[in-house]
């Protein structure tokens, strides 16, 4: 009878099935991470204020246009409250993996560490940042009977007795700081600062002749300027917008060369965001603000594009305007906690 042979495969050819296998492995490995590419399903896009409001708009114009470039939805919930702490304390907490993002601002990012003495976020340990977006140029308005210039009405404000008062949309804003800084960097003129909860009840005092002057985002106060029931006396950028080309800028009003003040809007993410998913929401955000009719649409609005970005010199920026407003706060101190 025969007797069957068992033989022993060859050293050389376990290796080099071995070798077909691993690559066979590899490429079905890279077929699920082509899968699952970020983003690969929709994005949800916190805005910490109620809707409605100028970072409403802007956050919306953002979201659909982002998603575009992404090939996916961002979906915005607002999650308003504290100041917009709510909302940022809800995405400081979410997990890492660029589908759960933060549109904060100047007040989220800048100004609430300050005027906050226990905040309930850090934010450079509790974000990621991943770009800065721009936003809406604050303007002064006087009522009718006042001054026809800012320096005019400075002026005026420097004699009155009592001082003259100015309203703003709330204690600790961005609008009020910033005419605290520009009181300052104009000689200390004393102007008796009215908070209140809301733009559009300062605008609605202003008109009735109860306030002398109120600050608002240039959006928000242009339909008074250009409507005549308000005259609005300068806008806070570094040259005169389109929109209203017979307002001046504060530097041209009053001599401050570079003063600007912006109710600036920046795009954020949880802590530790892994670099690919940074840079890929980084080069979308460059594409959205690259695009004409998306800046056009934001223009309409009253809103200022910035130029593009990286994520390093959108934290530089912050930790800049934080520092700009630090003294401010600190002189205003006793106010802010009445």
């Known amino acids: 009878m025969q007797r069957l042979k068992i033989g022993v495969m060859p050293r050389f050819d376990i290796y080099r099935r071995a070798a077909l296998f691993g690559a066979g492995a590899a490429l079905i490995a890279g077929g699920v991470r082509a899968q699952e590419a970020y983003p690969s399903r929709p994005i949800r896009m ?11 708009v802007y956050a919306r114009l953002y979201a659909e246009r982002l998603g575009r470039e992404l090939g996916q939805t961002v979906v915005t919930e607002n999650r308003g409250g504290a100041g917009g702490a709510i909302g940022s304390l ?22 609430y560490p300050l005027v906050t003495r226990q905040p309930q976020f850090d934010v450079v340990r509790d974000f990621t940042t991943i770009a800065e977006l721009g936003g809406g140029p604050l303007c002064w308005l006087a009522h009718q009977s006042r001054p026809n210039t800012l320096r005019e009405f400075l002026a005026v404000a ?23 800084l520009l009181k300052q960097q104009a000689g200390g003129v004393a102007l008796t600062h009215v908070p209140y909860r809301g733009a559009a009840p300062a605008m609605n005092d202003l008109v009735g002749g109860t306030l002398a002057i109120a600050v608002n985002t240039f959006g928000g106060g242009l339909p008074l300027h250009q409507g005549g029931r308000a005259r609005m006396l300068a806008v806070a950028t570094a040259r005169r917008l389109e929109a209203a080309p017979d307002v001046p800028t ?25 670099a690919p998913i940074l840079e890929r929401l980084s080069a979308a ?14 223009a309409a609005s ?11 010199s959108a934290a530089a920026f912050i930790a800049a305007e934080t520092r700009r407003y630090a003294p401010v706060v600190e002189a205003i101190r006793p106010e802010l906690e009445q």
């Open 302 to 312: 009253g809103i200022t594009a910035s130029a593009l970005g990286t994520p390093a």
């Open 285 to 298: 955000t460059n594409a959205t603000l690259a695009d004409a009719t998306f800046r056009a649409s934001l």
């Open 158 to 180: 420097r004699n009155a007795n009592p001082p003259l008062s100015y309203g703003s949309p709330g204690s600790g804003t961005m609008m009020h700081l910033a005419t605290e």
């Open 46 to 56: 916190i805005i910490p204020f109620p809707a409605g409001g100028p970072t409403d």
């Open 90 to 111: 809800e995405v400081s907490r979410a997990r890492a993996d660029g589908y759960t993002i933060l549109f904060g601002t100047a007040s989220t990012h800048a100004l």
């Open 250 to 274: 504060v530097a041209e009003a009053l001599g401050l060369a570079g003063f600007e003040a912006v109710l600036w809007h920046a795009v954020f993410a949880p802590p530790a965001l892994p």
